[in-house]
């Protein structure tokens, strides 16, 4: 029982499916969907392994960038909230206390937010 396994599992190993990475390039820059990548695969005669493995790695391109995205958000807005901390705590010109604390704050928890929404979803 456990050799058989072992040769289906070899068997599985060696049917490996190249990915053109100029192709899934193409595809970003095109912002095709997911489905519609799959349609032009099929079309062009891919079997069913094939086009699942190279619409893995295009949901990993554009999942990777998404998150660069939001890694870039959170760190702008964390370094946004920690600036808008200290002015309001040195308040060098008062006259602009008010809007320092009130929207310089409101500004980096958005940015913040659109950050934990790139990365989380």
Not at 14 to 35: D, F, G, R, V
Not at 111 to 121: D, K, M, S, W
Request: proline letters at 2%; glycine letters at 4%.
């Amino acid at each position: 029982m456990r050799k058989h396994f072992q040769d289906r599992k070899t068997i599985a190993m060696s049917n490996t499916t190249s990915i053109e990475m100029a192709t899934i390039q193409q595809w970003i820059n095109a912002k095709l969907k997911p489905h519609a990548v799959e349609k032009e695969l099929f079309a062009k005669g891919f079997d069913t392994e094939s086009i699942a493995a190279h619409l893995k790695e295009y949901k990993r391109i554009i999942n990777s960038k998404r998150q660069t995205n939001g890694f870039i958000c959170l760190a702008v807005g964390a370094f946004m909230g920690f600036i808008s901390c200290v002015l309001t705590l040195i308040n060098p010109v008062p006259e602009f206390y008010n809007i320092i604390l009130y929207g310089l704050t409101s500004l980096a928890i958005l940015i913040v937010f659109a950050g934990l929404y790139f990365l989380f979803e």
